[in-house]
């Protein structure tokens, strides 16, 4: 009995001796299949692992770190784990360990680490613990994601947001925002004064067209560049679009050729206009683009700020009442905003309005003014000219609402439009046979329209459309428009004369059109502005210069007209210094298509009455 006693005990032990040894046998085989394990992921892991102790001593690192931030293991386990960590985030890494040690809770954050090659890296970090046989924590197990690449995309999507991607500007969004910090720092400080600019490149529509939008592309950012640069650190520049206004809110339209300027701590009138005059010097300097020289201009509007101002949108609107004053001004220039500006904006926004449903309700007409031969007073052609047979105001001269039609984005189609209506009424005229002389008509064309890709297909459509004869069309230019892109001019002028249609340059002699580019024009006439043929008789100058026009036009077998004749002493003076025909109110005052026909039937039946006579 006591021998069994004995021996129960006995195996008993040993039993659990040899048990805790497969035990302890089975666990250092699973720990080294952990071991192995843990090797195996970490090694082929894309993130980076490490394990470090409490005091941030390197303890492993995965083959992830050579890849991604360029260091081998020898070199990390040399360095403590925090110093490759940006200064202003290693407080925040540091904090971080400290509360998974606590805790024993690793906590997510990102931080930014420095490369091998001395480049940053953005990383995100999670810790997970572990904890010694007493249950504190000795080790940290660190799980780093290279995210440097999708931070970067975050930081461009923010950036474009508030930014316009051609100029690298602040855009629209942007803009506002200041402009409202501006607004309400402006109402809790005395004293705190902002102006704002609007600053919109002239005739860039125009320009645009003929030199093509990578050419304009160049030329805004180059404008975004240069006024950037003139301007104080406090201010702001922005591309914002066109801007529109109405009695209520701000409209913001397509279109890149509008600049807004934020300029701070600016109260005084002749301050903000020094302001916008450097703007505009620095704007004129020649800009170089395709190898070729080009100038622009800009008109601004200046507002500033009011106590009045309810919002800030206000201010906007009134910088963008003076911009349109400026331009309707004649471009280039600067204007500040005052209550006789507001009235006539609210006039032009009714125009633009109407303007709107004028060609839909075809409420244009055409008037023709007869162009003579000074010394027989025979009418040799008509200009078109075009009229708006307003509802309510009655016949408006295209001077009144031709700008207006550019903005609203009609007046190509109005001249198109205009060509056609003229080349019809001269089939009619021809049909009529009361007379045996062929008549031309003439019809003006904008600067738009010269440099829309159509023109010359819109021609020919209306010449197929009537079967007008093309040498009976004339097309009149201005010595502005011609000299805006003098390349483009030789282009369209030649398939012009190709298709065998006259062309005139008119306002001749106010301009800066060089002898080298009148020569390559291919032209037919000049046509003397009204203001030399109103000052000649008093200013001898102005008739030496009309002198030299006549005399350099027939060098070059162009033939010669003067417009704005308004006497008889303007007419001989005109004949004494050599030019052939004219046009004026001397002669005839524009006349709807009857009244015109009516003209020359009388003119005709005189001239039969003066042979009868003979």
Known sequence: MGLQWYWIPLGTLAALVLYQQFRLFQIDRESKKNEELFQIVTENAADMIALVDVKGRRLYNSPAYKRILGYTAAELGETSAFEQIHADDRFKVLEAAREARETGVGKRLEYRIKHKDGSGRVLESVASTIRDAKGEVAKLVIVNRDITERKRAEERLEHNLFHDPLTGLP???????????????????????????????????????????????????????????????????????????????????????????????????????????????????????????????????????????????????????????????????????????????????????????????????VHYQPVVELASR???????????????????????????????????????????????????WEADQFSKQPMNVTVNVSARQFANARLVNDIQDALQQTGVDPSRLQLEITEGIAETDPTLTVTVLSHLKHLGIGVILDDFGTGATSLRGLRQFPLDALKIDRSLVREMQTDRATS???????????????????????????????LQLGCEYGQGYYFSQPMEAKGAQQFMRQQVAGTRAKGAAK
């Open 544 to 574: 030496d210069i009309v002198e030299l026009i006549t005399a350099l036009a027939h060098k070059m077998n162009l033939k010669v007209i003067a417009e704005g004749i308004e006497t008889l002493r303007q007419t001989e003076q005109l």
């Open 378 to 428: 025979r009418i040799v052609s008509f200009e078109a000219l075009l009229r708006w047979d307003h509802p309510t105001q009655g016949l408006i001269s295209p001077y009144r609402f031709i700008e207006a039609a550019e903005d609203t984005g009609i007046l190509v189609s109005i001249g198109h439009w205009l060509i056609l209506q003229a080349c019809r009424q001269l089939c009619e």
């Open 171 to 365: 855009n629209r969004r942007q803009f506002l925002k200041r402009l409202e910090d501006s607004f309400v720092r402006s109402r809790r400080e005395i004293g705190r004064t902002y102006s704002l600019m609007l600053a919109n490149v002239d005739h860039f529509k125009v320009f645009n067209e003929t030199m093509g939008t990578d050419a304009g592309d160049h030329v805004l950012m180059e404008i975004g560049r240069r006024v950037s640069t003139y301007l104080r650190q406090q201010d702001t520049m922005a591309r914002i679009g066109s801007v529109g206004a109405t009695a209520d809110f701000v409209l913001f339209r397509l279109g890149g050729d509008e600049f807004a300027i934020l300029l701070d701590a600016v109260d005084d009138p002749s301050d903000a206009m020094r302001w916008a005059k450097g703007i505009q010097e620095v704007v004129a300097e020649p800009f170089s683009v395709e190898a070729r020289e080009v100038r622009v201009s800009a008109s601004c509007g200046i507002a500033l700020s009011e106590p009045t101002h309810e919002r800030p949108e206000d201010v906007l609107k009134d910088a963008d009442v003076a911009m349109r004053r400026a331009k309707a001004l004649g471009g280039s220039r600067c204007e500040v905003f005052d209550e006789a500006m507001h009235s006539r904006a609210v006039g032009r926004l009714r125009l633009e309005s109407d303007l709107r449903e004028a060609m839909t309700a075809k409420q244009f007409r």
